[in-house]
């Protein structure tokens, strides 16, 4: 049976696609297939950003087409037949799912006092229960709804929902005053009595524009800045029409500044004061009026060789000001800060155990990706670890740890000069003020890090100047703040190689007791559940005995992430129907496993068709112990395993997640140089997880 959920609101404004997105991605954790549907959308000549945002961020591969049921012009000129038409696409296109997200009209196009009414007809045409958004700003958003006006819209759109013969399944009041939350709760609980209500306060940064909407709006080019910094929000709007002692006094931080052109002097200023520490740091300025500015000017502002966006519009002043601050906040994709906050406010203000409870959503027997995903998060955050990430000059590397640090994954140390880090995380518009920034050089870091240093290598003929020097390298720095109980765990390489990475951790941490190699796995994660594959990045061809010792830490890394270890040696043979060198190294390495692990089962030799194949396993090694459904694949060399673990993740959509390193004392993780935002933020959770286990 397919659970949905309808989403909707009494009016535009209410932010209800960041609940919507909440709710997507909390039914997304707990059931394999889950989809959304948009019974309402904006018309054919334009894509319905919010409905390919929801669908890019659970990545579906329903197609966009078969989630819209109307556009907006077939509910004006016939709702009765709009209503048809969305309940034949809904019943098409939810064959085959678990749960669907429906999201309600935005009160953009249609802008009747009739679309709540239309709303609520379609849930209950659908069998969906309602939850109701309820905003809690009032048309002017600069005035915050009362406890007792919130109860007032609550009553009147619950006895409309009562007239449409809909199902209430809760409420959620958005974009509320961070100061009243409790009483504003409290008096929807007596409006709405024995329906759940959340409270979700307001947060600036999801209802600010990026500078990107700023350009868009005022049809604007971009004159001179690093376009990365387009996706920063503009949290306030400062109009520079005055003069430089004037204007100076009045900027405000991560606003975006309007110059008339022809202000040179006024531009200058405010270019020069983001650069000072001693003034805000600014979002962007919008140059208006179109003026040429004078070369001597142009020549100036590129010396000063700052990254602030300057965007030229031809309008004038004011027309400029207001099209900015008409602006509709949206939740775009390009903005991972506010994709971060949304989900943050949701995951802290919204009970999703009650949520899936009033929804009985059954617990899944397949686990898919974003499961998998939500699960280390999940576990990373019950008991939060220290991580150290050496690459502070990396972007990717400070908008995942912004993603860490919002959703409360881990605590981080990010090495870099502070001044330089924090600068280039503000521009970016990420929030890193939780982390702590710490430099390679630092005098007495350094002295206390090279005399360990010394003393760990002093056998290898390392004297005391050269480990002085040594250290200062970030992967050096970052490995001895593990080994040293500063840190709990480290994520490098996405700017560096894996040998950059690792081998301070050979140097400094070694191996556990019993494990004589460091070696790596990666975590795929199909359609429906997630394996193990090892060695796939780090020894090129392993002895038996190194073999047998991949295959054991590989077991308990499975172990630890919740995959029931059942592994499978793997060669170009299976049993006894091949021979040569490769094949009988295979043997002894399971033998060897076979040793030392007990009440696991292992299979080996065998080709990978009869290790994840049952039926093939029957036809070729019918006294198999995995029968068919290995968990754990151990590659002969790194040869096999790296290129086998890129064809499946290329060939059949899986996702890879890793390497992981095992094997080692504390936790060091590598990354690829490719790493995207979310396979960073991947491996942090999944080295808090490792660093949970480790006793020291």
Same mark, same amino acid.
């Given at each position: 049976?397919?659970?949905?959920?309808?989403?909707?609101?009494?009016?535009?404004?209410?932010?209800?696609?960041?609940?919507?997105?909440?709710?997507?991605?909390?039914?997304?954790?707990?059931?394999?297939?889950?989809? =959304?549907?948009?019974?309402?959308?904006?018309?054919?000549?334009?894509?319905?950003?919010?409905?390919?945002?929801?669908?890019?961020?659970?990545?579906?591969?329903?197609?966009?087409?078969?989630? *819209?049921?109307?556009?907006?012009?077939?509910?004006?000129?016939?709702?009765?037949?709009?209503?048809?038409?969305?309940?034949?696409?809904?019943?098409?296109?939810?064959?085959?799912?678990?749960?669907?997200?429906?999201?309600?009209?935005?009160?953009?196009?249609?802008?009747?006092?009739?679309?709540?009414?239309?709303?609520?007809?379609?849930?209950?045409?659908?069998?969906?229960?309602?939850?109701?958004?309820?905003?809690?700003?009032?048309?002017?958003?600069? %005035?915050?709804?009362?406890?007792?006006?919130?109860?007032?819209?609550?009553?009147?759109?619950?006895?409309?929902?009562?007239?449409?013969?809909?199902?209430?399944?809760?409420?959620?009041?958005?974009?509320?005053?961070?100061?009243?939350?409790?009483?504003?709760?409290?008096?929807?609980?007596?409006?709405?009595?024995?329906?759940?209500?959340?409270?979700?306060?307001?947060?600036?940064?999801?209802?600010?524009?990026?500078?990107?909407?700023?350009?868009?709006?005022?049809?604007?080019?971009? %004159?001179?800045?690093?376009?990365? !910094? $387009?996706?920063?929000?503009?949290?306030?709007?400062?109009?520079?029409?005055?003069?430089?002692?004037?204007?100076?006094?009045?900027?405000?931080?991560?606003?975006?500044?309007?110059?008339?052109?022809?202000?040179?002097?006024?531009? !200058?200023? *405010?270019?020069?004061?983001?650069?000072?520490?001693? %003034?805000?740091?600014?979002?962007?300025?919008?140059?208006?009026?179109?003026?040429?500015?004078?070369?001597?000017?142009?020549?100036?502002?590129?010396?000063?060789?700052?990254?602030?966006?300057?965007?030229?519009?031809?309008?004038?002043?004011?027309?400029?000001? =207001?099209?900015?601050?008409?602006?509709?906040?949206?939740?775009?994709?390009?903005?991972?800060?506010?994709?971060?906050?949304?989900?943050?406010?949701?995951?802290?203000?919204?009970?999703?155990?009650?949520? $899936?409870?009033?929804?009985?959503?059954?617990?899944?027997?397949?686990?898919?990706?974003?499961?998998?995903?939500?699960?280390?998060?999940?576990?990373?955050?019950?008991?939060?670890?220290?991580?150290?990430?050496?690459?502070?000059?990396?972007?990717?590397?400070?908008?995942?740890?912004?993603?860490?640090?919002?959703?409360?994954?881990?605590?981080?140390?990010?090495?870099?000069?502070?001044?330089?880090?924090?600068?280039?995380?503000?521009?970016?518009?990420?929030?890193?003020?939780?982390?702590?920034?710490?430099?390679?050089?630092?005098?007495?870091?350094?002295?206390?890090?090279?005399?360990?240093?010394?003393?760990?290598?002093?056998?290898?003929?390392?004297?005391?100047?050269?480990?002085?020097?040594?250290?200062?390298?970030?992967?050096?720095?970052?490995?001895?703040?593990?080994?040293?109980?500063?840190?709990?765990?480290?994520?490098?390489?996405?700017?560096?190689?894996?040998?950059?990475?690792?081998?301070?951790?050979?140097?400094?941490?070694?191996?556990?007791?019993?494990?004589?190699?460091?070696?790596? =796995?990666?975590?795929?994660?199909?359609?429906?559940?997630?394996?193990?594959?090892?060695?796939?990045?780090?020894?090129?061809?392993?002895?038996?005995?190194?073999?047998?010792?991949?295959?054991?830490?590989?077991?308990?890394?499975?172990?630890?992430?919740?995959?029931?270890?059942?592994?499978?040696?793997?060669?170009?043979?299976?049993?006894?129907?091949?021979?040569?060198?490769?094949?009988?190294?295979?043997?002894?390495?399971?033998?060897?496993?076979?040793?030392?692990?007990?009440?696991?089962?292992?299979?080996?030799?065998?080709?990978?068709?009869?290790?994840?194949?049952?039926?093939?396993?029957?036809?070729?090694?019918?006294?198999?112990?995995?029968?068919?459904?290995?968990?754990?694949?151990?590659?002969?060399? $790194?040869?096999?395993?790296?290129?086998?673990?890129?064809?499946?993740?290329?060939?059949?959509?899986?996702?890879?997640?890793?390497?992981?390193?095992?094997?080692?004392?504390?936790?060091?993780?590598?990354?690829?140089?490719?790493?995207?935002?979310?396979?960073?933020?991947?491996?942090?959770?999944?080295?808090?997880?490792?660093?949970?286990?480790?006793?020291?």
């Amino acid at each position: 049976m397919v659970r949905s959920i309808y989403v909707t609101s009494a009016e535009g404004g209410t932010g209800k696609s960041t609940i919507a997105l909440g709710i997507l991605e909390t039914l997304a954790r707990s059931a394999a297939k889950v989809g =959304v549907f948009r019974p309402v959308a904006r018309s054919n000549r334009e894509q319905d950003y919010v409905l390919e945002l929801m669908l890019a961020q659970i990545e579906s591969e329903l197609d966009y087409e078969a989630c *819209v049921g109307v556009g907006y012009e077939d509910v004006h000129n016939d709702p009765e037949g709009a209503l048809s038409r969305i309940v034949d696409r809904y019943h098409s296109m939810q064959a085959g799912l678990d749960a669907v997200v429906i999201l309600g009209s935005d009160y953009t196009d249609v802008g009747s006092p009739t679309e709540l009414s239309f709303n609520l007809k379609v849930a209950a045409n659908l069998g969906s229960p309602v939850v109701l958004v309820l905003g809690g700003r009032q048309a002017d958003p600069a %005035f915050a709804r009362t406890a007792e006006a919130m109860s007032q819209l609550a009553e009147v759109a619950t006895a409309e929902l009562v007239q449409e013969h809909a199902t209430l399944l809760a409420v959620i009041a958005n974009r509320v005053d961070p100061g009243q939350p409790d009483q504003i709760k409290s008096s929807l609980q007596k409006a709405v009595p024995g329906v759940p209500v959340w409270v979700v306060p307001e947060d600036p940064v999801l209802v600010a524009p990026t500078m990107r909407s700023v350009m868009q709006a005022t049809d604007g080019a971009l %004159f001179r800045g690093d376009a990365e !910094l $387009l996706d920063r929000e503009a949290l306030g709007v400062v109009v520079g029409a005055m003069g430089m002692n004037n204007i100076l006094p009045r900027l405000i931080e991560g606003s975006v500044v309007v110059v008339p052109a022809d202000r040179t002097e006024v531009l !200058l200023a *405010v270019l020069m004061a983001n650069e000072s520490g001693t %003034f805000p740091s600014l979002a962007g300025i919008v140059l208006n009026g179109g003026f040429e500015l004078p070369e001597p000017v142009v020549r100036l502002i590129d010396g000063l060789r700052s990254t602030l966006p300057i965007i030229t519009t031809e309008l004038g002043s004011y027309d400029t000001a =207001v099209r900015i601050t008409r602006i509709r906040p949206r939740l775009a994709a390009d903005s991972q800060r506010k994709l971060d906050t949304a989900r943050q406010l949701f995951e802290v203000n919204v009970d999703a155990a009650e949520l $899936l409870g009033l929804l009985d959503i059954q617990q899944p027997t397949v686990q898919t990706p974003l499961m998998f995903e939500y699960g280390l998060i999940e576990r990373a955050r019950s008991d939060r670890r220290h991580i150290v990430l050496p690459e502070g000059d990396d972007d990717r590397i400070l908008r995942a740890a912004a993603t860490v640090l919002s959703r409360g994954i881990a605590d981080l140390t990010i090495l870099g000069e502070e001044i330089e880090v924090r600068s280039r995380a503000i521009g970016l518009g990420l929030d890193i003020q939780q982390a702590a920034v710490l430099s390679s050089f630092d005098d007495v870091l350094r002295l206390k890090f090279s005399e360990e240093y010394h003393r760990l290598r002093e056998h290898k003929g390392v004297t005391l100047d050269r480990a002085r020097d040594t250290v200062t390298d970030p992967s050096y720095f970052g490995t001895l703040m593990v080994h040293m109980g500063m840190a709990d765990g480290m994520v490098s390489g996405a700017a560096h190689t894996t040998a950059h990475t690792v081998r301070p951790a050979f140097e400094i941490i070694k191996t556990k007791e019993g494990v004589s190699i460091v070696s790596s =796995v990666f975590f795929m994660a199909l359609a429906d559940r997630v394996l193990v594959y090892g060695d796939c990045a780090v020894i090129p061809d392993p002895t038996a005995e190194q073999l047998a010792d991949i295959a054991v830490s590989a077991s308990e890394t499975a172990s630890q992430f919740g995959i029931e270890p059942r592994i499978a040696m793997l060669s170009y043979s299976t049993g006894d129907s091949g021979a040569g060198a490769g094949v009988d190294k295979v043997k002894k390495a399971t033998a060897l496993v076979r040793n030392r692990l007990h009440g696991i089962p292992v299979d080996g030799p065998i080709q990978y068709d009869a290790a994840a194949d049952a039926a093939v396993a029957k036809a070729k090694l019918p006294d198999s112990e995995v029968d068919g459904s290995a968990t754990v694949f151990i590659f002969p060399d $790194l040869n096999t395993g790296n290129n086998t673990y890129k064809a499946v993740q290329r060939s059949a959509g899986a996702l890879a997640i890793g390497p992981v390193m095992q094997g080692l004392r504390l936790p060091v993780n590598d990354l690829s140089r490719g790493a995207t935002v979310d396979d960073i933020v991947n491996t942090i959770a999944i080295t808090a997880i490792q660093a949970q286990s480790v006793k020291r």
